[in-house]
């Protein structure tokens, strides 16, 4: 039995009479993905990160307080961001979408701003310690207009750090 030898210009030869195999999928690809990009709705997410720094105090005068765990102060966080306080105040800045009725646009930035909020893990190369809480977190916002996107979450950024600042 003899074995047939293969030279390397077999393969191109081969490649070469199996070369619509490569290019109609390669073509029908590039195609659907066009399509899709021209048809599908843009959706544009901007995102702002607010750092806070843990307190720092002696334990002597925090006597009879109990710390927050992180995640009691993440839903402390949270509740804050998602106030009605807050949103009303975003809502009448940005006069967002007047025609509605107010408790449905309340709702409506409600649920975007609950559904982009992302609290990372913290920093460091060791185990991070559970009694320093959140160091930051990143809140956003989508919206099919990129610029609004960017003012409302600028907005809500501003707006809660003013009212967090009050506590």
């Known amino acids: 039995m003899e074995q047939q030898s ?8 081969a490649a070469n009479r199996r ?3 490569f290019i109609v999928p390669l073509i029908t690809s590039i195609l659907v993905g066009l399509v899709v990009v021209k048809v599908w709705p843009k959706k544009f997410l901007s995102r702002a990160t607010i750092a806070m720094q843990s307190p720092a105090l002696s ?4 006597r009879g307080v109990t710390s927050m765990d992180p995640a009691e102060r993440q ?16 809502i009448r800045e940005e006069k967002i979408n007047p025609s509605k009725s107010p408790a449905e646009v309340t709702a409506s930035l409600r649920d975007n701003l609950a559904r982009n909020i992302e609290v990372p893990p913290p920093l460091g190369l060791g185990r991070p310690d559970p009694t320093r809480g959140i ?15 960017q ?11 003013e009212e967090n600042s009050n506590f």
């Open 75 to 90: 839903r402390a966080v949270q509740q804050l961001l998602l106030s009605p306080t807050v949103l009303d105040r975003v």
């Open 135 to 149: 160091d930051l977190f990143h809140i956003g916002y989508t919206d099919k207009d990129p610029l609004r996107a």
């Open 59 to 62: 334990p002597d005068l925090l």
């Open 151 to 161: 003012r409302i979450t600028n907005r809500v950024a501003s707006v809660f750090v």
């Open 6 to 13: 293969f030279h390397p210009l077999d393969y191109l030869s």
């Open 19 to 21: 070369k619509w195999w």
